[in-house]
């Protein structure tokens, strides 16, 4: 039995590490130096090719590398097997510093002042208090509804758009497309955390811009496909929304000739705000092989009717 490992990154000598060190037994084949293709029972992986899974014929289940599974789904012969994805507590909290920096940074109108500074520019601006900031998290599952709860205690008015309804105190929850409208028309800083599905793609675009006040800004965590760039620089240029702050594109690493780089009204950060740390990781990864050995359910399962 081995488990293939992909991750795509240059953090690929740090698990190769940690495997060593957690589980030494575990028979690890790093992609592409996988050996006998038979072997393979189990995947941890980030982005594969697509039709590589397919091609190990004696596979039992997929590991996402990441929380996000979109990167499995893009794989038009992805082989119908159990899928999971990581929950950790690491990768919330990074998450959850990137989106409260970020939010705090627009709440204190940051882009503004180093703007003004630019000019030598001298003028304190009107801040509004955190309660009368409407703070809007789109997807309020793990991360969402952490980053959520750490707004909350410093005193936004968070709000939280979800498919189902939530019940976490003191977060005003917003469910289903019919709730949408409602939702972004409260929302003054937007954070989009949602899973990326058929139901998600180009979601913020011209129309869901337009439903935000007039001055609100946006961070986008999620995933590059959720945004229609073209509407969003057309609402940046227009002064509807006043500034971005991606994380995520449409192309990694975003190409150098793309417009984005280079709008002073947008913030670039390269698909960095958590990651998948191996020193938590790795232990869920040998639970899930040793349950799915013993015929019992896997941790993190993925509901690959709703593909998040
Ligand atoms: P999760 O626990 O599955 O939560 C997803 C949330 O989105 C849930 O609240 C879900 O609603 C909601 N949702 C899904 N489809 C929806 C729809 N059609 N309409 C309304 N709400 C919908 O996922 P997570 O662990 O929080 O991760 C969220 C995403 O963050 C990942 O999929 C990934 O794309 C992104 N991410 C980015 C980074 C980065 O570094 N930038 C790192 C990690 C993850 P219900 O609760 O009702 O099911
Ligand atoms: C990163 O984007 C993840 O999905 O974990």
Redesign the pocket.
Known sequence: MALLFKSGSSRTPWWVEEFKRQAPKLDVRVWPETGNADEIEFALVWLPEPGQLKSYRNLKAIFSL???V?HLFSDPELPKLPITRV?DIN?TRR?TEYVVCQVLRHHRQQPEYEEQQRRSKWQELKQPAADQRGVGI???????ADAAEKLLSLGFNVLG????R?TQPGIESF??MAELPAFLGKTEILVC?????P??RDILNARAFAMLPKGASFVN???GQHVVEGDLLAALDSGHLSHATL??FRQEPLPADSKLWRNPKITITP?????TDPRTVIGQVVENIRRAKAGEPLQHIVDIS?G?
Do not use: F, N
């Open positions: 990441g929380a996000g979109d929950v990768l998450m789109l997807g309020l599952g793990v991360l969402g758009w979800s498919r189902t939530k469910a289903g955390l949602l899973p990326l599905t139901e998600t965590v999620g995933r994380d995520v698909h960095c705000a958590s990651y709703l998040y």
